[in-house]
T-cell receptor
Framework: DTGVSQNPRHKITKRGQNVTFRCDPI?????LYWYRQTLGQGPEFLTY????????KSRLLSDRFSAERPKGSFSTLEIQRTEQGDSAMYLC???????????FGPGTRLTVL | QKEVEQNSGPLSVPEGAIASLNCTYS??????FFWYRQYSGKSPELIMS????GDKEDGRFTAQLNKASQYVSLLIRDSQPSDSATYLC????????????FGAGTRLAVHP
């Protein structure tokens, strides 16, 4: 059973640049979540997909953030015009439609210089 | 505002002892509760889920839930140095499309 995978694992970018992250969930999981975690804090919910439908988006997510899951399989998270405050670990998780347990990928660590 | 509270620690226990980690949550309607372990620089790893009042045991781990008191705990028996990590309590609040609300985590240090 292949786990959740995320790419890239690390991303260093300059302020103002756009970045895109990819998440591949566990194959039979139709629910996909994005979270963000900063040092010393627990993960913070960003957005949720059931199949290809984006059903919830955090009010904390500015318009610079967009996520897609075009065919209900992998998902991408794009951050436009990055700011230093965007530096964090971006985590993707997936779960079955009949279960509540969420399994996390290894994360993408973003550093904005 | 829906909140999950944990003592940040560090909680220091000797090898072989029982480590007790606690968590409180604000939403009385919550039904699903989870404990994740996170090693430094790594992503959270699910170790326990609990949905009903009482105890749930899995190996050296026991999760305890008391919905009336809005309290969930994790006991680790026979603690090992490899258990040293941050333990995150997560709650799936009612009406929240399955998103998890996490506490800030409790750092556990098991010393030989």
């Amino acid at each position: 059973d292949t786990g959740v995978s995320q790419n890239p694992r690390h991303k260093i970018t300059k302020r103002g640049q756009n970045v895109t992250f990819r998440c591949d969930p566990i194959s039979e999981h139709n629910r996909l979540y994005w979270y963000r975690q900063t040092l010393g804090q627990g993960p913070e919910f960003l957005t949720y997909f059931q199949n290809e439908a984006q059903l919830e988006k955090s009010r904390l997510l500015s318009d610079r953030f967009s996520a897609e899951r075009p065919k209900g399989s992998f998902s991408t998270l794009e951050i436009q015009r990055t700011e230093q405050g965007d530096s964090a670990m971006y985590l993707c998780a997936s779960s079955r439609s009949q279960g509540n347990e969420q399994f996390f990928g290894p994360g993408t660590r973003l550093t904005v210089l | 505002q829906k909140e999950v509270e944990q003592n940040s620690g560090p909680l220091s226990v000797p090898e072989g002892a029982i480590a007790s980690l606690n968590c409180t949550y604000s939403d009385r309607g919550s039904q699903s509760f989870f404990w994740y372990r996170q090693y430094s620089g790594k992503s959270p790893e699910l170790i326990m889920s609990i949905y009903s009042n009482g105890d749930k045991e899995d190996g050296r781990f026991t999760a305890q839930l008391n919905k009336a008191s809005q309290y969930v705990s994790l006991l680790i028996r026979d603690s090992q140095p490899s258990d040293s990590a941050t333990y995150l309590c997560a709650v799936m609040f009612s009406g929240g499309y399955n998103k998890l609300i996490f506490g800030a985590g409790t750092r556990l240090a098991v010393h030989p």
